[in-house]
């Protein structure tokens, strides 16, 4: 079975950066859609951001113009380069790729964003 695992998370100053990866166990190539989602405390999980083929990337009202997906399919890795962070940006960040129906989850990552 495919196995996602995030990294990249960490404590930033607002207005900061930082770049999460997804990498997996085996070619992404077959994923229909690969995307972001995350989870802060007390909050349900949510659909930061995604890609598909063919199509334009989505981006949840709260990030766009600040964060940007990307995927390669080569080095089967999916990437969030996240600017100007905020406060209320802090969350555990899941990768999640969509594959002949099936979900799959990485662990996790915890991005804090804190002065």
């Known amino acids: 079975q495919v196995q996602l695992v995030e990294s990249g998370g960490g404590l930033v100053e607002p207005g900061g950066f930082l770049m999460l990866s997804c990498t997996a166990s085996e070619s992404i190539v077959g994923f229909e859609v690969m995307s972001w989602y995350r989870q802060a405390p007390g909050k349900q999980r949510e659909l930061v951001a995604s890609t598909k083929y063919d199509t334009e990337s989505i981006y949840a009202d709260s990030v766009k113009g600040r964060f940007t997906i990307s995927r390669d399919n080569r080095e089967n890795t999916m990437s969030l380069q996240m600017n100007s962070l905020k406060p209320e940006d802090t969350a555990v960040y899941y990768c999640?790729?969509?594959?002949?129906?099936?979900?799959?989850w990485g662990q996790g990552t915890q991005v804090t964003v804190s002065s």
């Open positions: 999640n790729g969509w594959r002949g129906g099936i979900a799959y």
